[in-house]
């Protein structure tokens, strides 16, 4: 009997909602719909300079490293011509009290021609992350967190008001296990090596289609320097040959030489990666009315219009000369188009139209050439032809996400 009776409720529930539907009597409007949102405009193209740098460093401080004290790094960053440095040794190794380490050596000094930004690399069970901050904040409020939920984690960070950054975020034994909702940016080129990163690339694009703005970032993730004698030797030095400060490089367009610009640009994504210090610069541009003059470049958010837009991929400093350079487009993680430049400032362009009420976004990858790293001799055969990538240029991302 009370079977039958909650068969015959359920059918009666079925019928009155069929019945509303088709009469009209309910809709459903979804609250996460696209909508109409207001977008900051995008800042000045001519107000800013670029600087290379290298944003996943270990020195003498991280206990598996070896003939790396920092002074040795910043040398080094002065005769190839690095403009700022994140030194990132493991919070773990010395309990959180980066402060007391790292920050307190001697060594540890900016200057006008090498900028240190203060960070340690975040070493949990879960995974490891990088911060990045123009002056000193509390990290061992951070380390102490690294157990908890993940909502916790997020109210320390913006709490300390630091630069979150998942590392290697696919690596086999330490990838990024936390919510990408914590982080501002992620390591899409880890080490020379290019080609293991085929997965944080697409992981990179997850997070960029689900509607997050996500700088992507480089970082050699260098531990041993070059010893000063042979007896200094050690089974890793020879790492120093293929990998080390600038493979890969990042390229960030600061607004001044300064190390609160550099954490801002980061941010904000105006950001490309290079194979080492001596290879081309990728940069990204879009001209939105189509009049040559470029109004947006990556990084850059605005509403699409629904009109056609053309953009402008071009290589700057150092080319191989007579050679030629492949550009591949992706758009919304698939692959668009395919380029080929050449000439002593390569360039090329290419048109297409924005969805003019979801959103898009666009990146590309350059290949071509090696680029010689005098320094790191050996680092070209382990990055082979990739030449550099840039960060998306964005058109209806809400700035709120």
């Keep these: 009997m009370r079977t039958s009776f909650m068969r015959t409720l359920t059918l009666a529930v079925l019928a009155a909602g069929f019945s509303s539907h088709a009469l009209g009597q309910t809709t459903h409007i979804s609250p996460w719909a696209p909508t109409d949102v207001v977008i900051p405009p995008v800042a000045d193209l001519n107000k800013g300079v670029w600087l290379k740098g290298d944003l996943h460093l270990h020195s003498r401080h991280s206990k598996e490293s070896s003939n790396n004290p920092i002074s040795k790094m910043i040398a080094f960053c002065k005769a190839v011509g690095i403009d700022y440095i994140a030194i990132t040794d493991h919070d773990n190794h010395v309990e959180g009290d980066v402060a007391h380490n790292t920050w307190a050596d001697p060594e540890f000094k900016s200057s006008d021609s090498v900028l240190l930004l203060y960070g340690a690399e975040w070493t949990t069970v879960r995974g490891h992350g990088n911060v990045f901050s123009a002056r000193p904040y509390d990290h061992q409020r951070l380390y102490d967190v690294r157990d908890q939920r993940d909502v916790v984690i997020g109210a320390v960070k913006k709490q300390l008001d630091i630069h979150l950054s998942a590392n290697h975020p696919a690596g086999p034994k330490d990838h990024f296990g936390y919510s990408y909702d914590i982080v501002q940016s992620m390591e899409v080129w880890n080490s020379a090596m290019w080609s293991k990163n085929a997965n944080t690339i697409m992981i990179w694009d997850d997070m960029l289609s689900s509607g997050r703005k996500m700088t992507g970032r480089g970082g050699s993730d260098a531990h041993h320097g070059v010893p000063e004698t042979p007896d200094k030797a050690t089974k890793n030095s020879p790492q120093a040959q293929y990998n080390y400060v600038g493979t890969p490089t990042t390229w960030v367009f600061a607004t001044s030489r300064s190390t609160q610009a550099i954490v801002d640009a980061l941010t904000n994504g105006r950001v490309s990666v290079s194979a080492n210090p ?124």
């Design 278 to 401: 001596y290879a081309p610069r990728v940069e990204f541009y879009a001209d939105l009315n189509q009049d040559g003059k470029m109004d947006m470049m990556m990084g850059d958010n605005v509403k699409s219009n629904g009109q056609p837009v053309k953009f402008r991929v071009q290589l700057s400093g150092k080319t191989v000369a007579d050679s030629t350079y492949t550009v591949n487009v992706v758009k919304n993680g698939n692959p668009f188009n395919t380029y080929q430049m050449s000439g002593k400032k390569p360039v090329v362009e290419f048109t297409d139209t924005p969805a003019e009420m979801h959103r898009s976004y666009y990146r590309v990858t350059v290949e071509g050439p090696r680029t010689d790293y005098p320094q790191v001799p050996l680092s070209a055969s382990l990055s082979g032809n990739m030449v550099g990538l840039s960060n998306p240029i964005y058109f209806n991302f809400d700035p709120n996400f």
